[in-house]
Nanobody
Framework: EVQLQASGGGLVQAGGSLRLSCAASGFTVDDYAIGWFRQAPGKEREEISCISSSKGSTTYTDSVEGRFTISSDSARNTVYLQMNSLKPEDTAVYYC?????????????????WGRGTQVTVSS
């Protein structure tokens, strides 16, 4: 059974850092594209980063480029999202998701598997 478990959220002051983890089971993270999404209150869920181990590529949405880093640890079968220089507008529920196409994340609505979210709150 494919499962994704996101963790690592919490409350942090603006300018601080958090590292989110997405632990996978039932598949190998190297075989799928893994994406991080977030959904703020009253807003649509948005893709913020994606990693494709098969292509050796990462993507970021403009609002997090340069502040967030996505990485993959094959030994732990886990994908991470290091978030630095956090801003109040980063406050959201963060989700990880897997796309069975190993080359790219197809976007919200097209990902194949989702984990439960983890809350990130950034205070000003």
């Amino acid at each position: 059974e494919v499962q994704l478990q996101a963790s690592g959220g919490g409350l942090v002051q603006a300018g601080g850092s958090l590292r989110l983890s997405c632990a996978a089971s039932g598949f190998t993270v190297d075989d799928y594209a893994i994406g991080w999404f977030r959904q703020a209150p009253g807003k649509e869920r948005e893709e913020i980063s994606c990693i494709s181990s098969s292509k050796g590529s990462t993507t970021y949405t403009d609002s997090v480029e340069g502040r967030f880093t996505i990485s993959s640890d094959s030994a732990r079968n886990t994908v991470y999202l290091q978030m630095n220089s956090l801003k109040p507008e980063d406050t959201a529920v963060y989700y990880c998701a897997a796309d069975t196409d190993p080359n790219y994340c197809s976007g919200y609505g097209y990902m194949d598997y989702w984990g439960r979210g983890t809350q990130v709150t950034v205070s000003s």
